[in-house]
C-alpha cells in the first residue's frame, strides 16, 4: 500500500524566517519516485514549488524559491521535507505533498510541476509570512 501520510510543521513566522515541512510516506517501495511540494493560495492554481527524483536524487525548484528552499528525502525515515530560509510574505499559502511512484528521472523532470501528473496528495499544512 502506497500512501502520503501527511504533512506538519506549518505555522506562522515573521519575514526572513524558516520553517521546516515534512511529510510522512508510507510505501513497500519507492525507489522510482516523483514527490514534490506544491503550494496554493485562495482563488489561483497550485503551484510546484521543489521535487526530488528518488532514484538518484535529482532535485528541482521554481524560480520563485531557488536557493531559499531546499527538498530532502529520508529513506531511512520514508520523510519527505522541505526547508524554507529566507521567507517573505509572498510565500504565505498552504502547502501539499505529493507523489508519483513507478516512474523515471527523465518523466520527472518534465514533469514535475505539473499537478494533474500527482496521484497522492497530502491534506496540506498552512503557512503564513508576516512582513
Known amino acids: 500500500q502506497v500512501q502520503l501520510v501527511g504533512e506538519s510543521g506549518g505555522g506562522s513566522v515573521q519575514a526572513g524566517g524558516s520553517l521546516r515541512l515534512p511529510c510522512g510516506v508510507s510505501?513497500?517501495?519507492?525507489?522510482?519516485?516523483?514527490m514534490a511540494w506544491f503550494r496554493q493560495v485562495p482563488g489561483r492554481g497550485r503551484e510546484g514549488v521543489a521535487a526530488i527524483y528518488s532514484g538518484d536524487g535529482s532535485t528541482y525548484y521554481s524560480d520563485s524559491v531557488k536557493g531559499r528552499f531546499t527538498i530532502n528525502r529520508d529513506i531511512a525515515e520514508n520523510t519527505l521535507t522541505l526547508q524554507m530560509n529566507s521567507l517573505k510574505p509572498e510565500d504565505t499559502a498552504m502547502y501539499y505533498c505529493?507523489?508519483?511512484?513507478?516512474?523515471?528521472?527523465?518523466?520527472?523532470?518534465?514533469?514535475?510541476?505539473?499537478?494533474?501528473?500527482?496521484?497522492?496528495w497530502g491534506q496540506g499544512t498552512q503557512v503564513t509570512v508576516s512582513p
Open positions: 510505501a513497500r517501495t519507492a525507489d522510482r519516485a516523483c
Open positions: 505529493a507523489a508519483n511512484y513507478g516512474t523515471t528521472r527523465s518523466r520527472c523532470s518534465r514533469e514535475w510541476n505539473s499537478d494533474y501528473w500527482y496521484t497522492y
